[in-house]
C-alpha cells in the first residue's frame, strides 16, 4: 500500500537577532520521522515543545516566515513543496488546528460547515453533522462569537472531517469537549480511517489515542524517541 505521508529526517529552526544585529539558529525539530498510510490513524504524542504543532504546520506549509526547514516530505509518493502544500492544504490535506480562532468571524457556522449540495440536500448534510457533534440545528445561523468555547471546539472539529480530504491532521483537537463528544470525536477519525483515509491524531491524552489510533509515535525535545504499533 503506498504511504500517504512520509516525512524523513525533518529539523526546524528558527533565526533569532541576539544582541543588536547578530543572529542566531534556534533549533526546535531534529531529524523527526513520521508516515501514515491510508486507512491509519497515527498518534503523535509528547510534552508541550517536543514538536508536534510544528510538525503539523511543517506539513502545510504555513510556518512562520523565519523557520528554516530541511528534511523530505512527500503526500502520495510525491514531494511536497510549497506549490504543492498551497494545492493540497485545505483539500486534500484538512488541518483542525488548536485555536478556535481559525474559524471565520464573519460566516455563519452552516457555511463553514456544509458547502456543497443545494436545498435539501445541504439542509439535510448539516442537520447530520450537528447532530454528530451534539449541537442544535440552531447553531447554524449562529456566528463564531456566539458560541461557547466547547461548542466552538466541535465546530471547527467538523469544518476538517465534513470535506473530501484524504488526509487529517488534528492538532489537539479535544480539549474542553465533554468526554461523550471526546469519544465521538475520535471514533469518527476511526471512521474515517476505515474508509481509507490517514490520521494524524496530534494529542496530550495517550489514554483517548490508544483507543483509536494503529500506531503511537512519541516526540520528545524535537525528534522521534519512537513509533510503535499501540499494543
Given at each position: 500500500m503506498e504511504?500517504?505521508?512520509?516525512?524523513?529526517?525533518?529539523?526546524?529552526s528558527f533565526r533569532q537577532y541576539q544582541g543588536g544585529l547578530r543572529q542566531r539558529e534556534l533549533r526546535v525539530i531534529t531529524d523527526l520521522n513520521v508516515s501514515i498510510k491510508p486507512g491509519e490513524i497515527v498518534a503523535v504524542v509528547g510534552s508541550s515543545?517536543?514538536?508536534?504543532s510544528l510538525l503539523a504546520h511543517a506539513v502545510l506549509g504555513i510556518l512562520p516566515a523565519n523557520a528554516h526547514m530541511t528534511g523530505k516530505m512527500t503526500y502520495l509518493g510525491e514531494e511536497l513543496t510549497p506549490k504543492r502544500q498551497a494545492r493540497l492544504r485545505g483539500k486534500?490535506?484538512?488541518l483542525i488546528p488548536q485555536s478556535v480562532n481559525f474559524l471565520d468571524p464573519l460566516m455563519r457556522v452552516k457555511h463553514q460547515l456544509v458547502s456543497g449540495g443545494k436545498g435539501r440536500e445541504q439542509e439535510a448534510n448539516l442537520k447530520e453533522v450537528l447532530g454528530r457533534y451534539q449541537l442544535k440545528e440552531e447553531v447554524g445561523r449562529l456566528f463564531p462569537f456566539q458560541l461557547s468555547g466547547g461548542m466552538a471546539r466541535r465546530v471547527l472539529v467538523a469544518?476538517?472531517?465534513?470535506?473530501?480530504?484524504?488526509?487529517?491532521?488534528?492538532?489537539?483537537?479535544?480539549?474542553?469537549?465533554?468526554?461523550?463528544?471526546?469519544?465521538?470525536?475520535?471514533a469518527h477519525f476511526r471512521e474515517l480511517a476505515d474508509q481509507g483515509r490517514g490520521?494524524?491524531?496530534i494529542t496530550h491524552d495517550l489514554e483517548g489515542a490508544l483507543t483509536v489510533a494503529d500506531?503511537?509515535?512519541?516526540?520528545?525535545?524535537?525528534?522521534?524517541?519512537e513509533i510503535a504499533p499501540k499494543e
Open positions: 504511504t500517504l505521508l512520509s516525512v524523513e529526517n525533518l529539523s526546524v515543545g517536543s514538536g508536534k486534500e490535506i484538512a469544518t476538517a472531517v465534513t470535506g473530501d480530504a484524504q488526509l487529517i491532521i488534528a492538532d489537539e483537537p479535544t480539549p474542553g469537549l465533554h468526554d461523550d463528544v471526546v469519544r465521538e470525536t475520535l490520521v494524524m491524531l500506531r503511537i509515535a512519541v516526540f520528545y525535545a524535537g525528534t522521534t524517541v
